[in-house]
């Protein structure tokens, strides 16, 4: 083997990955990193970045310039505006649909209708990973910046697990009987996270490839090479949501405390965005300090009898978010809340 | 995996005889590994036909050779006819009879389609006819039979081999050449990223907007259309690529199934270069069968009519492959009507002129049209189609489908004339540099392994034939 022929392979591998890597961006096969190491909110979203997703579904749309989902936004508000910020997990965040079928573009979309003295601002401030407590630190962070009239949180069982999965998400740490908000604080790991990080911002090839690496952290690489004949020695663990699975956290509750100044009873909505009730701790500590909880469950059970799973993705034929029908009748539902909420409570800003 | 495994011990075994059955064992393993009840089906059309034949070719009795044919026709017809259009058939006619008012009790059998078997159903029925019209003489060697019949690389979705190309082959000692392993090879390399990379990204979003119609705008659905395009193109061709390559491995020589089919000037030009091995055996099979073009025009077109609706029918049990068939049909009949007589050139596409080229436009878009109803799982859903088209609406996307269509489009055609231009599927070897080669074909084979390591592959868009 001649250096000649190593050189030709050099080549031709170098040209095959430039022109796959143009291809595979201009196909949107797969796209480039869509997050950054911040020193203000750790983890979080490209500014001013196109996305387009498949998993259940076929998710496209745009980080603003405040880096998360939607159009541009100005701290500033406009005469007359109604803002409302939801805060929530990746059911909210929403990468399986087109951003015009999102429960938070619909619902801007009926009050404007609705509420036409009003300029409506449904800001989607949702980031899959989150539990209760990063999405507590996001409002502290982020979200309070945007003075909304109200935020809701949309808080699943499951998201009152406080562990946090991903050290390089806002999070809160208990100080001398005071909360404060921790974003990654520069170990390391989170060095070589931003290094790592920057090669798949700059290419869709890299990014695929940090993806497979990312998969068989969670999936033995047996089991994908030999599919159905791969035995598993060990139970899989099941990320199924059931009663017994989320038991309360007592820390919790000194958080939702400590969080008062943050968590204010007149401009905070907490919604059950499952099916599976909350713990009667969390319900106590709730209603202890008079928050408001809506329903949404009225909606998508509404779907249920018709015979339309809110979870169910034909496409894939699998059970996963929150589908595009589930995504109208939450809007909707969310709509006529906010709607009563106004006319209860809201004095034009 | 597979190809590891079995490639290798291939290469080990000496005799001819050694070789043919450890291919057939390692066919039935390939074909098992779906569902290994389905084993034996496969096994029992090949008993038939294997006896069949051996004595289609002792009759002497016009009259015996008759009923040994059909005696063949009908075991390989049934089964296909019982996997997959009982239910279809069942189904229309009782939706008929609930039409008159009438009732007929449900019977609807819950049965699974065993994977290939319209394409070994069909390349069995090739070895007896052969024999019946006296082009073919029987092989006396089981084995040899049962791997013309179960040969893994094309077992499941073809190209439908004839006895007449294969069989000799399987009776050779399989010695596969230098040159066939480095056509293999890319074969295979070019096959996957084809089916990997242009079919099954393609195919996300054709699945997406197809099962989700009313949720999507008019320019985004019709850039779905296009996209399926790409996709039952790439997904196909990419597999018979697959096909080949690994048929080459093991010395044996396989048909082309696809020849640039959407750089065809006109749709007769266009059933010569989309699949290929499908459109020559209704051709010689059925349309010859039934007169093909020699008992008058009239009954020229009926012919062509009736090869095409049951080509579609082939496809699937469904009345929207029957309308696919069917448009197919009356394209070939209204083309062939306008010739006059005159035979179908095969394109010239050294110099591409405006007029070629929009031929080329317009044959795509009528092959386009027809896709509708290919893809479309119910009649409501071909509705909706056309109901957005008539209804227009708007897209806020629109740019976007456009790039990612325009993206897939454009790198089928650059291959396509790629292939044409060199008369080569395997192109790439036809470069100086070996090294470059290397690069290339391993710049292929990774970018394919780890799109498919880290998304879930589709299957083969023909298999569910």
Redesign the interface.
Known sequence: MSVRFFGGCLIGLAATLLTLEIYVRLGHIAGTSTTEIYNDIGRGRRANMNYLFFNEGLGIGRFNNHRFIGNDVEHARKPNSLRIAILGDSYVEGFQVLNRHHFCYITEKVLSEQLPSYNVEVLNFGRSGFNLVNMIAYQKLMVDSFNPDLVIYMVSPQDLDIKNSDPLLPTLKHNDGKLTVEVARETPRVASTRKYARFQQQSAILNMLGNCLRKTRTTPILRIVLDKYYLAFKSIPTNESTPNNHKYQPKLDSIIRLSESVIKADKVVLINRDTIPWPIEFQDALDARSLTCWNIQNGLDSLREHGINPNYWDAKSTVGHWNMEAHQEIGVTLAQNIKLWVTNNKAPN | ?FLGIVLPIFYVLKTKNNKNLFLLFASYAFYGYWDWRFCGLLLLSTLVDYFVGQKLHQAQKATSKKWLLRASLASNLGILALFKYFNFFVDSFQQVVEGFGGHVDYLHLNILLPVGISFYTFQTLSYTIDIYRGKLNPTRNFIDFALFVSFFPQLVAGPIERARALLPQLSAPLHPSRNQIKEGIVLIITGLFRKV?IGD??G??V???F??LQ?FSSFEIICGLVLFSVQIYADFSGYSHMARGTAKLVGVELMKNFEQPYLSRNITEFWRRWHISLSQWLKDYLYLSLGGNRKGESRTYINLMITMLLGGLWHGASWNFMIWGGLHGIYLAIHKMSLRGKKVESSNLSSISVRSAAKMFATYLLVLFTWIFFRSTSIETTSLFFSKMINWEPS??WM?FA??T???VI?TVIIDRLEYQLNSHTFILQLK????????????LA?SF??M???DPLPFIYFQF
């Not at chain 2, 540099?433 to 292929?444: A, E, H, N, T």
């Open positions: 995996m990379l990204t393609a996300r979003y699945d997406h907007i099962t989700n949720h806020n996307y976007l790039g990612i325009a993206s897939y790198i540099s070996r090294g470059i080669i290397v690069g290339i074909l391993v710049g292929l970018v780890i799109y390591f880290q998304a």
